[in-house]
């Protein structure tokens, strides 16, 4: 397993960009898809992107599409959420998660995720 590490959180104006990093340690990183995901004040964790072990595959939810960008760097052991065009529904703390389940591809199972990060606050004021 890894252990995961976000950053590069804060307060924006909407309509303007971030990027978050997630660090990994454990050379076992390379292995794993690995995705991100949000959780707002009062509402359920959700989805926001997925990536495959190689980088070659990638998927988001619908409401993130042509804004967010996942990317990953094996050589830095990095999974990094480009996020332009934010909008103040995209507060939220984001975490990334190490996706065990196997597989290339997102399978919409929640549960294959695991070694959470302690999360990073992205704030959109209007």
């Known amino acids: 397993q890894v252990h995961l590490v976000e950053s590069g959180g804060g307060l924006v104006q909407a309509g303007g960009s971030l990027r978050l990093s997630c660090a990994a340690s454990?050379?076992?990183?390379?292995?794993?898809?690995m995705g991100w995901f949000r959780q707002a004040p009062g509402k359920e964790r959700e989805f926001v992107a997925h990536i495959s072990w190689s980088g070659d595959s990638t998927y988001y939810r619908d409401s993130v599409k042509g804004r967010f960008t996942i990317s990953r760097d094996n050589a830095k052991n990095t999974v990094y959420l480009q996020m332009n065009s934010l909008k103040p529904e995209d507060t939220a703390v984001y975490y990334c998660a190490a996706d065990y389940s196997g597989r290339s591809y997102y399978t919409g199972e929640d549960s294959d995720f695991g070694s959470w990060g302690q999360g990073t606050q992205v704030t959109v004021s209007s």
């Open positions: 454990g050379r076992a990183f390379s292995t794993y898809a």
